[in-house]
C-alpha cells in the first residue's frame, strides 16, 4: 500500500489523503501509522480520503477509516472519501459505512465537502 | 482447485491471495476482490476467535463445484480451535449508528453473509467446518 498526504498551500485548510493498493489486515497497520497522527495537525479543518488507486479494501480498512473519522469528530474536523471504485464502493454499502461518512464522487466535490 | 494447510495466522493471508489470484482469471477474476474479502474475514476469525490469538493451524480450499445444478465458487476452512459456528456468533455490526457511537468491529462476518449465497458451518471430529458458496453462474462460460 502506498500513502501520499498532501497538505500543500495549494490546498489550503484541507489535507488530501491518497491511498494506493490494499486496505487489508496486512496493510493497515501502516495507513493508521501515517494518518492518525494526521488527525491532530494544527492548521487543518478538513480531510479528504483519495480512493482512486484503491482496489481492495476489507472490514480492517474500514476500522481505521472509522477511527480516522471518529478523531476528526471528536475535534471538530470534516473528513470525506472520494473516488470509490465499484467494488469498494459496495463494501461502504453493505458496511453502512457511506451513510456515516461523506463519500463524493471526485477530488473537487469531497473537497467542497470538507470546506 | 486450490488446497493448503498452513498456520492460523493472518500473515498468511499475503499467500492465499496469490494462490486466489493465480486461480481466479479470465471469465472468473471479476469474483477475486469478493472472493478475497470473504476469505480474508474467515482467516482473522478464525485467529481471533477459534484459537484466540495462540495459533494452530487450518485447512483452506478454493475450487468451482456446481451446485444444484449451477456453478459456485467454494471456499472452504477447516481448524481445530474451540467450537466456534462464526454465524451465530456475530456481533451486532451496526451498520446504522453515527460515527461518534459506533462501534468499531463487528463487519467481517457481516460481510461473509453478504458476500456469498450460502454459508454453512459444522463441528465435525472436533474441527470447525465452514463452506462458503458464492454464484459463479455467467462467469464460467469457456
Redesign the interface.
Known amino acids: 500500500m502506498e500513502i501520499n498526504i498532501n497538505a500543500s498551500p495549494d490546498n489550503g485548510s484541507i489535507s488530501v489523503i491518497e491511498v494506493e493498493g490494499r486496505m487489508?489486515?496486512?496493510s493497515v497497520g501502516e495507513f493508521e501509522e501515517k494518518v492518525i497522527p494526521q488527525c491532530s495537525v494544527d492548521g487543518i479543518t478538513g480531510y479528504v480520503i483519495d480512493f482512486s488507486k484503491l482496489?481492495?479494501i476489507?472490514?480492517?480498512g474500514?476500522?481505521a477509516i472509522?477511527?480516522v473519522?471518529?478523531l476528526c469528530?471528536?475535534q471538530g474536523r470534516k473528513v470525506a472519501i472520494c473516488n470509490l471504485a465499484p467494488?469498494v464502493h459496495e463494501?461502504f454499502k453493505?458496511?453502512?459505512f457511506d451513510?456515516?461518512?461523506t463519500v463524493c464522487e471526485n477530488l473537487d466535490s469531497a473537497k467542497t465537502a470538507v470546506a | 482447485m486450490i488446497s493448503i494447510k498452513l498456520p492460523a495466522k493472518i500473515e498468511q493471508l499475503e499467500t492465499i491471495n496469490e494462490k486466489l489470484k493465480d486461480y481466479l482469471t479470465g471469465n472468473l477474476e471479476p469474483l477475486l476482490m469478493k472472493t478475497q474479502l470473504v476469505v480474508e474475514e474467515l482467516l482473522a476469525n478464525i485467529c481471533n476467535y477459534a484459537y484466540d490469538g495462540k495459533g494452530g493451524n487450518a485447512e483452506f480450499s478454493c475450487g468451482v463445484v456446481t451446485f444444484d445444478g449451477e456453478p459456485y465458487i467454494r471456499i472452504s476452512f477447516i481448524d481445530s480451535g474451540k467450537p466456534f459456528n462464526p454465524f451465530k456468533e456475530e456481533r451486532n455490526p451496526h451498520t446504522e449508528d453515527a460515527v461518534d457511537i459506533r462501534p468499531i468491529g463487528g463487519l467481517g462476518i457481516h460481510f461473509v453473509k453478504n458476500m456469498s449465497n450460502h454459508y454453512i458451518y459444522s463441528r465435525i471430529k472436533d474441527c470447525n467446518v465452514v463452506d462458503i458458496f458464492i454464484e459463479a453462474k455467467g462467469y464460467c462460460e469457456k
Open positions: 487489508d489486515a496486512l482496489i481492495y476489507s472490514s480492517a474500514l476500522r472509522l477511527k473519522a471518529k469528530k471528536e467494488e463494501v453493505i458496511s453502512g451513510l456515516i461518512i
